[in-house]
């Protein structure tokens, strides 16, 4: 099975920058899409940005042109770079890492990491 480890998130103003880490360990097999959710208190978990084995990219509209998400194949880890945070990016992230094969399909997530941006 894989295992996601996060880090970088904490605390921010509005207006600044934080850049999350996500490491997939334990993989026996190649993952296709890695990702990043966040979930607000009250709030449903939205997709916040993807990112295929090929480098092809999907973004939520609300942080197209703040966010950048990469991806290093060889250490199989995603980022998330976040700029010109703001307030409303408050919410818990969670990393994301599918496998879709004929048959079956895998998910795993991480943990979740806590960013908090005041105003």
């Known amino acids: 099975q894989v295992q996601l480890v996060e880090s970088g998130g904490g605390l921010v103003q509005a207006g600044g920058s934080l850049r999350l880490s996500c490491a997939a360990s334990?993989?026996?097999?190649?993952?296709?899409?890695m990702g990043w959710y966040r979930q607000a208190p009250g709030k449903q978990r939205e997709l916040v940005a993807a990112?295929?084995?090929?480098?092809?990219?999907n973004y939520a509209d609300s942080v197209k042109g703040r966010f950048t998400i990469s991806r290093d194949n060889a250490k199989n880890t995603v980022y998330l770079e976040m700029n010109s945070l703001k307030p409303e990016d408050t919410a818990v992230y969670y990393c994301n890492a599918e496998k879709q094969t004929s048959r079956n399909r895998y998910v795993y997530w991480g943990q979740g990491t806590q960013v908090t941006v005041s105003s």
């Open positions: 990112v295929t084995s090929g480098g092809s990219t």
């Open positions: 334990g993989s026996r097999f190649s993952i296709n899409v």
